[in-house]
């Protein structure tokens, strides 16, 4: 059983930053893929980055350049920094951990308003 729990979500005006964490625990086998995704009300869930356990990075065209995502392998942790947030960067960002399956956290909640 493995299990993802993403934490460090907020209210945060734009322009600032916040970071989130995704931890992973349980059966974890290497090598894995952690991404992160984010749904706003009313819309789908789409993708925003991902890395895979030797490093391999990619960003959705919408956060390059604002969002850098990382991790600590001997952790079981990644990371979302999130720089320069827009009102429309509003939504409940989740943490994907896939290795022999995927597996999904619950969410947390990140608001961009003055």
């Known amino acids: 059983q493995v299990q993802v729990v993403e934490s460090g979500g907020g209210l945060v005006q734009p322009g600032g930053s916040l970071r989130l964490s995704c931890v992973v625990s349980?059966?974890?086998?290497?090598?894995?893929?952690m991404a992160w995704y984010r749904q706003a009300p009313g819309t789908e869930r789409e993708w925003v980055a991902t890395?895979?356990?030797?490093?391999?990075?990619n960003y959705a065209e919408s956060v390059r350049g604002r969002f850098t995502i990382s991790r600590e392998n001997a952790k079981n942790t990644a990371y979302l920094e999130m720089n320069s947030l827009k009102p429309e960067d509003t939504a409940v960002y989740y943490c994907?951990?896939?290795?022999?399956?995927?597996?999904w956290g619950q969410g947390t909640q990140v608001t961009v308003s003055s």
């Open positions: 890395i895979t356990s030797g490093g391999f990075i």
């Open positions: 349980g059966r974890i086998f290497s090598p894995s893929v």
């Open positions: 994907k951990y896939i290795s022999s399956k995927d597996y």
